[in-house]
């Protein structure tokens, strides 16, 4: 693993109140590739992706314990702001959930609360770009003030990333983002993942084994909440170190 | 008295029918398929076709019988000696009638004691008759039913489709009533408009129906001051009361609250909701409206009243509450947490997710939730009977007292009134404008909510 970790986790605990979800992870990500997390349901990959920018916050019960640091800084420090920390810590849901506002309005909604944009003129530039990357700009570009649920479910979760790349994070985390889409959305998605690693480190959950093996560089498998394998993502689908994993992807289990 | 007798005479022939029936039906059972229904279906086929038409034979009797004796008792020789006048003559017929029922009674007039008598004979005669015909009624609907059971009669059908007629009478029962009841509104309230314009009622601005006499009438029916003090008090006041605290308190509930506080504090407030109205009424009057006094009066008001708008007002929003918050409640929580999660997602902060996303797609559950309770605070009668005062006044003053729409008729319905006079007409005009604008407020209200479920399911 050649530069410094974008993203190090020690010893990471999630507790959901007397229940462990993980136990004792401890993985580095880096920039400009993309990171699969893959397992059975239940295994704990989203939970361990929630507390990657702190959305375990919002469930009541949920408690982390271990170290995880962005840049080297500890993000459950209390010295941290939670907000600073989503806008730099981007995140895309399993369903797609635009706001019920314009597309404009879901794609300006990140820089008007961080306060990125100084006029219309350059909040105008920003959602055009957010919009160019995440590859929905020509089909949305002459109804930017129809309504966001309006579009259809591969373009509403096109419109979530440009939403998440707007505030121009430097981690985008991604919840099984096809697990609602047909193959064509996913395929448009996997490509969109594809061109935005260069500039962004991606964590994407998911539940198919195929989707990994296409978009990700390294892969991490989980199971009953610990990791059991990760490393390169050809090493871990053609050549195993553990057995669990090699039954996993042969379809033994999951 | 013998009306109970038979109805209780109708209720064991109907018991002793669906058990002979259902014995009957038993004998006709050979096999499994022998019977198309089972005897119980036979049983209660049979009953039912005793109790219904012994019931509705029960009910017409009941409504032509006073007719029948009153030609009866008129048709003797004493009842020749009735005054002519309406009131005087029907006031005697009562006292005969009381006298009839309870025989030793000291009669007012000599000649009710006289009719008593006639009536009473009158009264026992037609109920026999009556009762008579009942069972003949349940003994003809009785036989009807015996000669139907055979093994491949439909019992189960019919009794199936007698339960279905039953629950749509029942409840046509309520939709009737209401028809009725906005029928007699629509009646009176034409009667009132016979004798003074609608335009004149609707405009004007000067209300005094007890100066109303003569051909003057039209000036002293200006019910602009009392829909004025309807909307001040329900639609402005206590909104203003019940909207904010309304809106906080559910953002709480549904956003802030741990778990635990919510399932207490829920129920705390929907209390408020079961508050009878008039306790509030009397908080409102012995509690809030004399502080409102000082306060006005320390203001430097002269003479301060101590009934006054901004009391029933601010009470009335406090009844209010619970009707906001809990609309509001549900409409929050309908959101998808989806998309609260995306905004948090973003960097945003709780207020900020829920000033931005929250608030804006729960809005028309919200707006719902504030029509229904303008409806029902503008219906509300109890608390400004009790705290706003009778001042038909077009006034933006809080502290002043102002009347309502609901108070001014309990004022013209309540003591002795004469029926026909246009003062007492009036109430049932005011009582129509009142029942058009709630029963607007509360149609967009349900379409709104409609419209607004669809856009989440």
């Known amino acids: ?254 | 008295m013998i009306g109970f007798i038979v109805l209780a005479a109708v209720l064991g022939l109907g018991l002793v029918g669906w058990f002979s029936a259902r014995t009957r039906a038993r004998l006709l059972y050979t096999g499994r398929g022998s019977l198309h229904s089972t005897p119980g279906y036979h049983g209660w086929h049979m009953a039912l076709w005793i109790v219904i038409p012994a019931l509705l034979a029960f009910a017409t009797w009941s409504s032509i019988e006073p007719g029948l004796i009153e030609t009866s008792v008129m048709s003797d020789p004493a009842a020749a000696a009735l005054p002519a006048g309406d009131m005087e003559r029907e006031s005697i017929l009562a006292e005969a009638h009381v006298i009839a029922a309870n025989p030793g009674t000291a009669a007012f007039n000599p000649l009710s004691a006289q009719l008593a008598e006639p009536m009473r004979a009158a009264q026992s005669r037609f109920d026999l008759i009556g009762a008579a015909l009942v069972v003949l009624f349940a003994f003809a609907g009785g036989g009807y039913g015996f000669t139907r059971i055979r093994a491949g009669f439909p019992a189960r059908t019919r009794v199936e489709r007698g339960v279905m007629l039953l629950l749509l009478a029942a409840s046509l029962m309520a939709i009737l009533t209401t028809f009725g009841i906005i029928a007699s509104l629509v009646f009176e309230a034409g009667m009132f408009f016979r004798d003074v314009s609608p335009l004149d009622f609707l405009t004007g601005l000067h209300w005094a129906p007890a100066n109303a006499v003569g051909d003057d009438l039209s000036s002293n029916f200006g019910a602009v001051p009392l829909f004025w003090g309807t909307i001040y008090i329900g639609a402005i006041i206590a909104m203003l009361v019940a909207i904010p605290l309304g809106l906080m308190s559910a953002i709480y509930l549904t956003q802030y609250a741990s778990p635990r506080l919510r399932r207490w504090l829920k129920p705390a407030l929907e209390i408020l909701a079961g508050v009878p109205t008039v306790v509030y009424g009397y908080f409102a009057a012995l509690t809030v409206a004399p502080l409102i006094r000082d306060f006005a009066a320390a203001m430097g008001a002269e003479n301060p009243s101590t009934e006054s708008a901004l009391a029933a007002g601010l009470v009335m929003g406090v009844m209010i509450i619970p009707f906001v918050s809990s609309m509001a409640d549900d409409s929050i929580a309908a959101v998808p947490q989806a998309m609260r999660d995306g905004s948090l997602a973003m960097g945003a902060t709780k207020s900020e997710t829920i000033k931005r996303v929250l608030l804006p797609a729960a809005l028309p559950g919200i707006v719902a939730g504030v029509m229904l309770a303008i409806s029902r605070a503008i219906g509300e009668t109890m608390i400004v009977v009790m705290a706003a005062g009778a001042a038909a006044r077009l006034s933006l003053n809080p502290f002043e007292s102002m009347t309502t729409v609901t108070y001014q008729i309990v004022q013209l319905l309540t003591g002795d009134q004469e029926f026909n006079s246009p003062k007492t007409l009036s109430a049932f005009a005011l009582g129509l404008v009142l029942f058009i604008v709630t029963l607007i407020l509360n149609i967009i209200a349900l379409r709104v909510v409609k419209r607004f479920r669809e856009a989440y399911d």
């Open chain 1, 1 to 254: 693993m050649s530069e410094t970790p974008k993203l190090t986790a020690r010893n990471v605990d999630v507790w959901y109140g007397p229940k462990k979800a993980i136990d004792n992870v401890s993985i580095d990500i880096d920039n400009g590739l993309v990171t699969a997390f893959i397992g059975p349901s239940g295994c704990g990959k989203s939970t361990f992706l929630r507390s990657l920018n702190r959305m375990n916050d919002t469930i009541a019960d949920a408690r982390v314990t271990g170290e995880i640091k962005l840049d080297g800084e500890d993000i459950y420090a209390g010295t941290m702001d939670v907000v600073a920390l989503r806008a730099r810590v981007g995140m895309v849901f399993q369903k797609p959930n635009p706001f019920p506002k314009s597309i404009f309005e879901n794609v300006a909604y990140g820089p008007r609360i961080h306060g990125l944009a100084q006029g219309k003129g350059e909040m105008d530039l920003i959602v055009e770009k957010a919009l160019i990357r995440a590859g929905l700009w020509d089909e949305v570009k002459d109804r930017l003030t129809d309504a966001g649920t309006a579009l259809s479910g591969g373009q509403q979760q096109r419109l979530c990333i440009a939403r998440a790349i707007a505030v121009s994070p430097e981690v985008i985390l991604m919840d099984e983002p096809c697990s609602a889409l047909d193959p064509i959305a996913t395929a448009k998605i996997e490509e969109l993942i594809d061109e935005l690693k260069d500039n962004y480190a991606i964590v994407i959950v998911t539940h198919s084994m195929q989707q990994a093996a296409r978009v990700s560089q390294r892969t991490a498998f989980f199971h009953l909440g610990s990791m059991v394998e990760y490393g390169e993502t050809s090493q871990v689908f053609t050549n195993p170190r553990e057995e669990r994993t090699k039954d996993y992807i042969t379809g033994r289990y999951g």
